[in-house]
């Protein structure tokens, strides 16, 4: 049979009637999804974020006849994302400037939303032209566009419900810009903020779902007088940075949302002296409030730009014979941390590559154990160090299995030279990024730039890892049969073997891969669904050799398994 008989036999095997929804997704609705596999409602697959499915029909022994169903243009050309939310036979999808939604079936188009911002907007944007995807309550998707609103969409029909902007001085000409996907807790929808590198002082917010109107905002920089200012010299705190731009997690049962924050600005650290709270650090809020119950500072004065925004993974796993509730987080300056869920308290961190800024972390007070390399970059020498600004891993997500207990995480392989010269005068909106540090990517070995590793979360050792020519910038996604799915920047789909690493299938998309797989059930099939569409300041200022003539263009596909 040939390729395009295949899949047409597969078409009239699996498409329907086009699904008229339901919308009536409540507060217990997004508590229950990582138990109702037939919806993806909640970024991350859950409010754990575990990006875990318990569907089995797709296994080991069959995954090699997993075909595409149906693919969908998103007429766009910027980095493909996107998480795909999935709520009763339709997949709602993002892109910078449009909301669709689709028949998950069929890949027919249900509506398209075109969002406009002033062209000005773009000139804030340090790190790729993207969106991260939206959220689904009470039948509406609710997002963020990048001149800092937020949008109600009818999920019926993608009319506007209701539209607030951000108040000030959240705007694109102060340097801040909204790229990440809400999480909704009880009504409540919570944002986070880019714009770090264009000296702004970040903040996460909530807005009421019903209505749009604005509840609360955290700070991320504290305001003079208030806990940690006396982390900041002078003004340097007006400045300071503290993006919140990746979404967090939550835990219902202790009521808190776990969310990251990421480097403090400039990246030259001689302008801002000292631990520099609450950048580089992961914080627990009462999302009723927005006030924080605890935080947990990852790298102190971080002179690199290594970040803590990655999403908060919630688990419990055992640890001393007992079983407790954890947050993990893969952090991008390589050390993996477990932290108790309800305090803050660090219960391990551990090295999962080369790290070479810091010998360890001391368990008792949570400081990194820093290197002469790191002494050196605070002072001004040129050092070289790993990971490199990029990290050891960078936005992209970790799966954890409650099957296996290992986290499933893309990591790079990648080092860098650094050096901070004379510390820049900031003012907000003005660049406080790479003109104020000179940093060169440096590796062990060209033809390995990432691995893909399944990591005990308490030691940070992998069980396996597999290697690639290019990182992956894909998230990952792991199911209880046994298999962890991601994308490469060679634009492939790949399954692997969860125990072994070992790839099992593989599906070359149009253009790479940095989007989030998910997968979901309808009618009794199980489909994988993940957008394509290479991006992100990787793919765009690494001289990769590995992904020169990369086509762009952002597509959305779905697969399942070849019915005869």
Not at 79 to 107: H, K, M, N, Q, R
Not at 274 to 284: H, P
Not at 295 to 321: K, M, R, S
């Amino acid at each position: 049979m040939t390729s395009s008989a295949l899949l047409a036999a597969l078409l009239t095997a699996t498409v329907a009637v086009a699904p008229i929804a339901a919308f009536a997704q409540s507060a217990d609705d997004l508590k229950n999804d990582e138990k109702t596999p037939d919806n993806v409602l909640v970024y991350g697959m859950g409010y754990s974020a575990n990006r875990f499915s318990p569907l089995t029909e797709i296994n080991k022994q069959n995954v090699s006849k997993l075909v595409p169903v149906w693919s969908y243009s998103l007429s766009d050309l910027q980095g493909a994302e996107s998480f795909p939310v999935v709520y009763d036979g339709v997949v709602y999808v993002t892109t910078d400037d449009s909301t669709a939604a689709v028949d998950a079936l069929t890949g027919k188009q249900i509506w398209r939303v075109e969002h406009d911002y002033p062209p000005e907007t773009l000139r804030s944007v340090c790190c790729g032209i993207v969106n991260r995807g939206a959220a689904i309550y009470q039948g509406m998707i609710i997002r963020a566009l990048m001149d800092d609103r937020i949008v109600a969409l009818d999920a019926k029909t993608g009319k506007q419900i209701w539209e607030v902007r951000s108040p000030a001085p959240a705007t694109p000409a102060n340097g801040y810009v909204m790229t990440g996907a809400p999480l909704i807790v009880n009504g409540i929808v919570i944002v986070g903020i880019a714009g770090a590198e264009f000296s702004n002082r970040g903040f996460i917010e909530a807005y009421d779902a019903k209505t749009g109107k604005h509840l609360w905002r955290t700070y991320t920089v504290p305001a003079k007088g208030e806990p940690g200012s006396n982390t900041w010299p002078d003004d340097s705190a007006l400045t300071g940075g503290g993006s919140s731009w990746v979404t967090g997690s939550y835990d219902p049962d202790l009521d808190l949302v776990f969310w990251g924050v990421g480097n403090p600005a400039p990246w030259n650290p001689q302008a801002r002296e000292g631990d520099n709270l609450f950048t580089d650090s992961i914080l627990a809020l009462k999302p009723e409030t927005g006030e924080r119950v605890w935080y947990y500072q990852t790298t102190p004065d971080d002179p690199f730009d290594y970040d803590a925004v990655q999403t908060p993974i919630n688990a419990t796993i055992n640890i001393d014979g007992s079983r407790r509730k954890v947050v993990i987080q893969a952090n991008r300056n390589g050390f993996l941390y477990v932290l108790d869920a309800k305090t803050g308290k660090l219960i391990a961190a551990n090295p999962f590559g080369k790290v070479t800024w810091a010998s360890g972390v001391d368990l008792k007070t949570g400081r990194p154990m820093v290197t002469d390399v790191y002494n050196g970059a605070l002072s001004g020498k040129k050092v070289t160090v790993w990971p490199s600004t990029s990290g050891m891993t960078n936005w992209q997500h970790v799966s954890f299995s409650p099957r296996t207990g290992l986290l499933y995480i893309n990591t790079l392989d990648l080092g860098m030279t650094y050096q901070a010269g004379q510390p820049p005068k900031l003012a907000p909106g003005k660049p406080s990024g790479a003109p104020t540090v000179k940093r060169t990517a440096v590796t062990d070995d060209p033809n390995i730039r990432g691995f893909l590793k399944a990591v005990d979360p308490l030691t940070g050792k992998a069980k396996w890892q597999t290697p690639y020519r290019s990182p992956n910038f894909s998230s990952t996604m792991v199911t209880a049969s046994g298999l962890v799915f991601t994308g490469t920047m060679t634009g492939q789909l790949q399954a692997l073997d969860a125990d072994t690493g070992k790839i099992l299938w593989s599906f070359r998309t149009p253009s790479g891969i940095v989007g989030q797989p998910v997968t979901w059930e309808r009618g009794g099939k199980q489909y994988v669904t993940v957008m394509s569409g290479i991006g992100g300041v990787y793919a765009e200022k690494s001289h990769d050799p590995n992904l020169e003539n990369r086509p762009r263009g952002e597509t959305l596909w779905t697969f399942a398994l070849f019915d005869k």
